[in-house]
């Protein structure tokens, strides 16, 4: 079982927090690349886009005749030798959009954070408590748990703005639920600063999940049915093998 570095909300170190079953340890690096190629390919607009020679305008009649000028013929000024011309398979707007599967993604989030937790970067905080949405208590806590100049993920247990807009102006540090969280984001930061509750929520939910009755399910016999020919059906076999008998 992962540990992760324990904190009080005053930035007090109070030990090790064990976490949950879900971290084991095990990484997945192939569905990592998956899901950070198909996050970044998500965050293209994909609206390049290039004049072929049949939108550019003019170019509607031959520059000059076919022979006898002593220059190379040419169809058209448009053409993509041309300057000004239309570009050949230049870029068209198009979608660069990946989907990939839940449980896929789901790997690829529990990957990046056992990364994390097995690097030592996990930092686990009983309460993030602020006033008011103030820079200065953001940047307080970070040089208290010594993480001033990293980048850091923060993670809470649920919306929280006062939290959010004390970060806002610092461009190391992100803020997100934890309930929305990406592998990107996890593997764009140096450490993570979770809030205990989020670990709270996560045993709620396992606990229905690992819980199993020891009454074995009872096993139902399949009985073979036989069904039994109609009369009809007898007579008719029983007229075929005479008649196979006499011939």
Request: include cysteine.
């Amino acid at each position: 079982m992962l540990e992760a570095h324990r904190y009080s909300r005053e930035a007090k170190a109070k030990g090790k927090f064990s976490l949950p079953s879900e971290f084991d340890g095990t990484v997945n690096k192939v569905v990592l690349y998956q899901a950070i190629r198909a996050f970044r390919n998500n965050q293209r607009q994909g609206n390049a886009s290039t004049k072929t020679r049949s939108a550019v305008s003019g170019g509607g009649r031959k520059p000059w005749r076919q022979k006898g000028t002593g220059r190379a013929r040419q169809g058209t000024i448009r053409a993509s030798h041309w300057v000004g011309g239309g570009v050949t398979f230049g870029p068209q707007p198009r979608s660069y959009r990946v989907d990939l599967p839940r449980k896929v993604r789901r790997l690829a989030r529990q990957s990046a954070l056992n990364q994390r937790a097995l690097e030592g970067a996990l930092y686990v905080i009983e309460a993030l408590e602020f006033d008011g949405p103030k820079t200065k208590y953001m940047v307080g806590l970070l040089d208290k748990l010594s993480l001033g100049g990293k980048k850091v993920l923060v993670l809470t247990d649920g919306v929280r703005p006062e939290v959010c807009l004390s970060a806002q102006n610092l461009a190391s540090v992100m803020v997100k639920r934890y309930a929305d969280v990406s592998p990107y984001d996890v593997l764009w930061s140096d450490a993570l600063l979770i809030e205990e509750k989020v670990f709270d929520g996560l045993g709620q939910a396992a606990e229905p999940v690992a819980a199993t009755s020891k009454e074995k399910p009872k096993t139902v016999k399949k009985t073979k049915t036989v069904k039994k020919k109609s009369t009809a059906t007898r007579k008719s076999t029983g007229s075929s093998k005479k008649g196979g008998d006499d011939a």
